[in-house]
């Protein structure tokens, strides 16, 4: 008798077996079982022809959703593989592959597709009648050339313009099948297209030696060097054979200019993949994609789950970025699982960045992939220049040294834009009285409250926790309080009173909260309708406004002492990525970096050599560290509300260990952030030279964790590869 092995939405490594009625389903579709009281979608994972149970006791499936498999033979790899190396549970690997509307149950069939087209009545009407309504009028007259996709038309008339006609009876909505769509295939063109300098067009060639096989490119061109343009002109000759491209961007990066880039190059329709999308939006890229009716899908972390009719070329743009690594559940790596993907179809992938990995560089260098750099800016910029600025002894208003001000001054006098980068949003880090020295905590977390004014509130960075700004200090009762240290919202009040005769803008995550308003914010930038530009991270990468001259990193000096290996690789890609938004047009560009330790070898280094000198040294001391990419790390992560608890329980996980040579493990040690949401955090460290030898010492032990004593208390996580240890 048939057996299905059904993978379900429960948190255990195993699928559960099931039985078919009538039909059978195939491997791949979704189908609906009964488990205990409750109901649950899963996907057949496997047919065989033995169980482990007893055949007589198992339960038939209740009904089969797809006819057809939603999740290829590729896709179901991939999925087997993360659940293998990731040591999670399949059927958890499964849900997070596909969009939430599937794993809702709902149809994995395009639904018709919506136009607006213009009624008998709307093609006698005269335009000049709506001259009065400029936005209907222009609609009206797009809807007169022809039939227009009723999403687009809300994207650039508003619903309020479409409303107005159909209740005039003007235009109305029309459903047509998507099969009846005309394919993109036919409507590319190349529009545009620049010529590529001798470095691109070197690295064109190279990709394109290897279109129709596995190769794993490094695309290591330094900021402004035009890898953008590199993805352009190799995507083209796959878009021509009619192949599909999907290309992952960081979180922060995906912003309507770099869609609208490869939108116009290619004239065709782009599917977006955000976290900003509606479940059914996300399902109808999924759905296009899987028919091959997109040539081009961009997106970000988990849209490299997307499935493709026909794989022609990957891309992870901005490879470094920390985004591509999830961090709760599933903890995969999307730039890994690219190259997993790639393999498995058997398609090239490129890999670009102005700051690669170390993981990356080092399988470049090695040889396993192949190494394409670009290190001229393209078009006439030229490379910005960087230095540090000595802030020791120097009186600083609201962060920055007069030096600096004045320094600003002369840029914005020419008519260019200053970018300053503070990776502190809020007012001030701490609120401290000044009687005792009291710093208000947060209780959960053991940290200083960040002070927010404008809210009025005391908020914790790290759990979300806020109160109330006091009046006076919780400990001698003084009404003292003083701001310590500068924070986004204090530096824009500084700037805005020091020059008033310039505009600037604040970029965090407090004032860009929603994609649009980040879009539009980013929109007016271009348009110089802001000199100064304050930001976070979220300035950091990507970005091109050709009008920003000087770039100032205001305080960095924190990262340089942290006890996680990593800080020193992601402070050097910080201050690259950011001195890369300087200069980027004909005018040339400065960085300058405020610090109380300009000889810092690292800093030195950077500035003087620049990040692939950097790197490679860096390589060179994580080998003799022993620390990845040398070695591959695992780490076991408990929390509970007790530090003793989380102790004895990664203590416990220790010793039920598969004893590998070769393989060691640190810890029992506190988190780096030891306490978290009231929470005690206890780690576990797993290190080995050799991959293999790690993931057979994981083994498959975590089946019996939840039955170890503690489980009940205790909340527990493994990362493999992990990129963060707080
Ligand atoms: N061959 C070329 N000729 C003329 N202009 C070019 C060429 N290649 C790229 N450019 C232009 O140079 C600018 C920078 O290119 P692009 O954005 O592709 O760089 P990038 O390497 O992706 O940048 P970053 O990593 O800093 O985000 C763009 O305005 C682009 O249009
Ligand atoms: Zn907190």
């Known amino acids: 008798m048939s057996i299905l092995r059904i993978a379900l939405p429960i948190p255990k490594r195993q699928l559960f077996d099931y039985l078919a009625v009538d039909v059978m389903p195939k491997i791949g579709a979704r189908v609906r079982v009964s488990f205990g009281p409750r109901k649950l979608i899963g996907v057949v994972w496997e047919i065989g022809q033995e169980s482990a149970w007893e055949v007589g006791k198992l339960k038939a499936i209740q009904d089969i959703i797809d006819d057809e498999p939603i999740f290829d033979e590729t896709q179901r790899k991939l999925c087997t593989w993360l659940a293998q190396y990731y040591k999670h549970p399949i059927g958890d690997v499964v849900q997070s592959a596909m969009p939430v509307a599937l794993r809702k149950g709902e149809s994995s069939l395009p639904k018709p597709i919506e136009f607006y087209s213009a009624t008998a009545l709307g093609k006698k009407t005269e335009l000049t009648s709506l001259s ?40 109305e909505v029309l459903e047509k099948q998507p099969s009846s769509i005309s394919t993109w295939q036919q409507s590319l063109i190349i529009q545009d297209k620049p010529n590529a300098n001798v470095e691109q067009a070197l690295a064109i060639s190279s990709i394109e030696a290897k279109l129709s096989e596995y190769a794993c490119f490094l695309l290591d061109g330094i900021t402004g060097s035009g890898k953008t343009e590199v993805y352009l002109q190799a995507i083209e000759p796959i878009l021509q054979q009619g192949k599909q491209v999907l290309i992952l961007v960081p979180e922060i990066g995906l912003t309507p200019q770099t869609v609208h880039r490869f939108r116009y190059r290619f004239g065709i329709d782009v599917g977006v993949l955000h976290s900003g999308l509606t479940n059914n939006e996300r ?20 849209a490299i789950f997307t499935p493709m009719l026909n794989p022609g070329l990957l891309i992870v743009d901005e490879e470094h970025d920390a985004s591509y690594k999830q961090q709760d559940g599933l903890r995969y790596h999307a730039r890994d699982l690219a190259v997993v993907r790639a393999h498995a179809e058997q398609v090239p992938l490129i890999l670009g960045s102005a700051t690669p990995a170390l993981e990356t ?46 320094r600003m001054k002369q840029h914005l006098q020419q008519g260019s834009q200053v970018m300053l980068f503070i990776n502190r949003r809020g007012y001030a880090p701490a609120l401290v009285c000044h009687q005792c020295g009291f710093v208000e905590q947060c209780t959960r977390c053991d940290k200083p409250f960040t002070l927010h004014n404008q809210l ?21 009762h ?45 929109s007016s930038i271009n348009n110089n309708e802001h000199q100064i530009l304050i930001g976070t991270q979220i300035l950091s990468k990507g970005h091109h406004f050709p009008n920003v001259t000087m770039v100032l990193i205001m305080d960095v000096d924190g990262a340089l002492f942290s006890a996680d290996y990593r800080a020193a690789e992601n402070l050097a890609q910080l201050i690259t990525q950011l001195a890369g938004r300087a200069g980027r047009a004909e005018k040339p560009g400065e960085m300058w970096l405020q610090t109380h330790d300009p000889g810092h070898p690292l800093l030195q280094d950077l500035i003087n050599n620049g990040y692939a ?12 560290g022993n620390l990845p990419p040398f070695t591959y790390q695992a780490l076991f992560k408990a929390q509970a509300l007790s530090a003793q608890d989380a102790h004895s329980f990664c203590k416990m996980w220790r010793s039920s260990l598969i004893k590998r040579q070769g393989v060691s493990c640190i810890g029992p040690i506190p988190a780096l952030m030891e306490k978290r949401q009231g929470q005690y955090r206890m780690q576990l460290l797993l290190q080995s030279n050799q991959r293999s030898s790690l993931q057979r010492a994981l083994g498959q032990q975590l089946n019996q964790i939840e039955t170890l004593y503690l489980a009940n208390k205790v909340r527990w996580s493994l990362d493999i590869d992990p990129q963060d240890f707080s």
């Not at 803008?505 to 914010?521: E, N, P, T, V, W």
């Open 456 to 476: 009025y509130k005391l908020q914790c960075h790290h759990c979300g926790n806020a109160k109330s700004i006091p009046s006076s200090c919780q400990q001698c």
């Open 361 to 406: 560089l080092n399988n470049a260098l090695t040889g396993k992939y192949h190494h394409l750099t670009l290190h001229q800016r393209a078009g006439n910029a030229s490379v910005a220049s960087q230095q540090v600025f000595d802030i020791r002894q120097q009186p600083l208003k609201f962060g920055i040294a007069q030096g600096m001000l004045d």
């Open 478 to 522: 003084s009404t003292e309080l003083t701001a310590m240290g500068v924070g986004t919202e204090q530096l824009e009040q500084g700037l805005t009173a020091y020059f008033p005769e310039f505009s600037n803008i604040r970029i965090d995550s407090d004032s860009a909260r929603g994609k649009s308003k980040l879009d539009k914010m980013l």
């Open 283 to 302: 399902l109808l890229v999924w759905q296009k994609s899987a028919k091959g009716q997109l040539g081009i899908v961009i997106g970000t972390r988990s």
């Open 613 to 624: 000198h950097f790197a490679k040294y860096a390589l060179l001391e994580r080998q003799h």
């Open 132 to 171: 009065r309504a400029p936005k209907q009028q222009a609609l009206l007259s797009e809807l007169l050339a022809g039939d227009c996709l009723k999403a687009k038309v809300k994207e650039q008339f508003g619903a309020a313009a479409s409303k107005a006609l159909i209740d005039k009876g003007i235009i």
